[in-house]
């Protein structure tokens, strides 16, 4: 069955069942104060990052897995009938029920016995408010007594710490209500927090009562579904939390309504450093109109970077995909990497090749923040050219250089060169960024020192040695950090590449001719018999000799990476190799939800010395439809000038078309976001989602669909067009804002090469 759909434009999507099969969620946030929310209104809020600074709480591995969030109950005085307009957590059936998701806006609308209830949450740009902006209309004949009440759970702001040290800290902060403010204030005050930030969350009408006690709302034989409280006519006890404990927010207030009338009101929770700036933020939000204002410049914030592509291409699913889910799912992917989600726990950081790569496509949608990204990159790396793991901007945590993956710095270029061909500001390369101990160097001597570390770094046949892992967290199971990397190889041709380009502008030759040097030196040795396995290439050269990735293998015969990667970076030129390649990728990769990462998945131990299992068979990196490699193979057919291919693998995968070909129930996740993997072939769950939303394959895809099947793509010279359209998209009509200005673009199959040079 079907749990929603896209509305019209495609600019929001619209759940209508409130049970799909998983919390299907949306990101709110200004980048500092951050939320997501599902269907149900479950969800997390952080400021900053969600490791010391988590502000509210959500059950990670608790059943139901979706609970708490941000709740609004409704409840008749009179037959003191309680429901939600998200549905959950009292899972009374709804008479209507709406969620739409936008970009940066949740909102529900539905209704239950003759009350409807209109409720949107945001984050506007600037301030650092989490708005729940609500209506509530009574549409039947006889007048309405009823009660509107909050609730969202507080929890200690170190999660860690919280799970460790509870007992002790949950008595350094109190809440209380400040009747002057009309709003709960909460005090935190454990003493070795890294950060104490002042917090209030009031309403814009006057109050007629709260609770900051969890045990007082919920109660000992209570539930988020029934809490205490609101039963059996109870009036709400008042309760502050001054000693600490498990805390919450709810604010009530009686609402009379007649038939027809409506009553329009809004909670604010707003944060600052210190408390006067808070309660500046609360009284400023405390009129409708800043509230609407709130809204409406969240909409424009969207707008201004959505509107940068616009496409029609004919394909209402392509349309939507690539005018608003994907550069959202982009930007969204570069502001949190894979911090915090349903999935991932907020414990991590940002990672440093992710980060890297996650700033690819946002490099045109949102220049300036994928500019001060790379900053960020860049200044965790070391002076010898070094990245690390993962880096916590916001956070006293240290830098992680373990695990050590190989491939951290051989991804800047690729994000450099994007920006400076969207901006046009060769300058970027001057920018001087300290390295990690303090000394300065420019953007361009971090990017040639991040290749001179990997050239530095080869095995023995000439290959860059892998380490943990490169690109491929998978192969860190294989246990051999001396094994040299194929993929990893070719990424570093491809780098020449561009790298080149850059020096050649900044005449540097000598720059220039290194890159050749390597680039040559480098395809040789991918093309030799090591590498080359006869159908395609192998994927790595281990230490005692074998290989990974060849046909005489049983298992992991064929990995598709290094068949993508051979024809983007030109080392499959050679004999015509690179066609070679992928068309045994399309023979032995393929699948009706996209292409596996490898195949045969590794299925057990066979010899003493192989690796142990990892993911079983068919799941993730051990055989799964890994959706961000599959993006390299779009761009590769693309260059080989093959549209319907790289269309087919383009629309595949798209979440809207694997949802509805796997159907929504079993393909679990949201229908308009990626996941980084599904299920592959030959298992039973077959075409099930993993991980959805925090993935590199949102910013790839962006890349693979504008850039290269449809071909308008910046360059250093300026926008250049060369589509690949596949059969059956004739022409495509575009807008494209470009350094400035505003290009209107007619695409068709015959398109030749032409450059835009504004
Ligand atoms: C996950 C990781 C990413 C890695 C990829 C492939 O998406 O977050 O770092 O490159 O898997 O293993």
Redesign the pocket.
Known sequence: MNYGGFSTCGGEYVITDPVPPRPWINYLGNRRLRAFISQNAGGLMWYKEPYSRRLTRYHYTAAPGDRPGFYLYVRDRKTNQVWNPHFAPSCIGLDSFECRHRPGVTEFVASFDKVEVAVRFGIPPGDDVMLWDVTVRNVGDNPRDLQLASYMEFGLLEFMREAVGWCYLKNQFSLRFDAELNAIRYDYHVFEAPFAPCMLFGCTERLDGWECSRDAFIGSTGSYARPEALMDHRELSNSDLPLGGHACAVEALNVMLDPGAEKSLAFVFALADDWSTTEALLAQYRSSDAVQNGFANLANFWNERLCRTVVETGDPVVDRAVNVWIPYNSVVGLDLA?TISTDHMGTDGL?Y??TTQDALAVANIDPEFARLRMHQVFEQQTPDGGGCFSFFPDDPRPTSDSPRRSDNTVWQVYTIHNLIAETGDMRLLDEEIPYRDGTIGSVYEHIQRGLDYIWDRRGPNGLPTLYH?D????LALFQDEAAESVMLGMQMVYSCKLFRELAQRTRRAADAEWCDHVATELTKILNSDLVWDGRWYRRLLMSNGKVLGGAANAQGQIYLNPQSWSVISGVGEFEGRGRIAMDSVAEKLDSDCGLRILAPPFTGIPEPEDPPLGSNPGIG?NGGI?S?ANTWAIIAECLLGNGNRAFKYFRQLLPEVVSERMGHDHYQREPYVFV?SIVGPGCDAFGQGGISWL??TANWMHVAIVQYILGIRPTLDGLELCPCLPDGIEQVEATRRFRGKDYKIHLTKDTAKWNLNP
């Open positions: 894979r990672r090749r992710d892992a690109w491929n967290d998978g990196e890994f961000h980084s993935t590199g």
